[in-house]
């Protein structure tokens, strides 16, 4: 079935770095969802997009507009408050239900 | 963020236990995702409705689980017999439509753990 590569599994960051994350997807998607869980379970959403760009703060989502294949979210000015495990989750042309990737831990340190 | 409520927050079972599970979607969402999330972080989409009506579900959630969204009252969701593997943090989403365009809000979750 449709699959979402999400890397890296893992990522460890001093504070005031940037990073980005990524999810491939194996076919042709119409929309990507990002969400961080906290440690409570709890998955807020940061961005959707259907194509093009979003900034909201110190993140930044971009959805690959020509071929609907991949998704990044970028970290900026890394702060400790942004550790969690970040998904992303994709909806094919379809489908009606999103497809996660597995998620990418992150810990920010002093 | 999300105004997506979920109960009980936690629940323990026996095996061959009903565990059932409830959720109110944010007003207005007149579409529900039930999700499962087991501990290697794999998220498995179990079955979805709009209003009253299931739009799509899984075989495992047809034959195992009994699940329904009545018009005013909560979403519910119930595993008929518990199994050891379907401990799992149980997570409910609502969104305002079906066709692209709309973000999926979720709620805090049920850990259901089955002994």
């Known amino acids: 079935g449709d699959q979402v590569e999400q890397s890296p599994s893992a990522l460890s960051l001093h504070e005031g770095t940037d990073s980005a994350l990524r999810c491939n997807f194996t076919t042709t998607m119409r929309s990507v969802q990002w969400f961080r869980q906290n440690s409570r379970g709890s998955l807020i959403s940061l961005f959707y997009?259907?194509?093009?760009t979003k900034e909201n703060g110190r993140l930044k989502s971009a959805f690959d507009s020509k071929e609907r294949r991949y998704s990044t979210l970028h970290i900026r000015d890394a702060q400790l408050e942004d550790s969690g495990t970040y998904f992303c989750a994709a909806e094919d042309r379809g489908g009606r239900a999103l497809i996660f990737g597995t998620g990418t831990t992150v810990s920010v340190s002093p | 963020n999300s105004k997506v409520i979920q109960t009980p927050r936690y629940l323990v079972k026996g095996q061959g236990q009903k565990a059932k599970m409830r959720c109110i979607p944010e007003k207005g969402h007149p579409v529900v995702f039930w999700y499962q999330q087991n501990k290697n972080n794999e998220f498995k989409f179990l079955i979805n409705?709009?209003?009253?009506?299931?739009?799509?579900q899984i075989d495992m959630t047809e034959k195992r689980f009994s699940a329904e969204c009545p018009s005013n009252s909560p979403c519910s969701l119930e595993i008929q017999s518990s199994e050891a593997g379907d401990s799992a943090l149980y997570l409910c989403a609502s969104r305002g439509g079906l066709g692209g365009a709309e973000t999926l809000y979720f709620g805090s979750g049920t850990r259901l753990t089955v002994l």
């Open positions: 997009l259907a194509s093009g």
């Open positions: 409705f709009q209003n009253q009506e299931v739009l799509q």
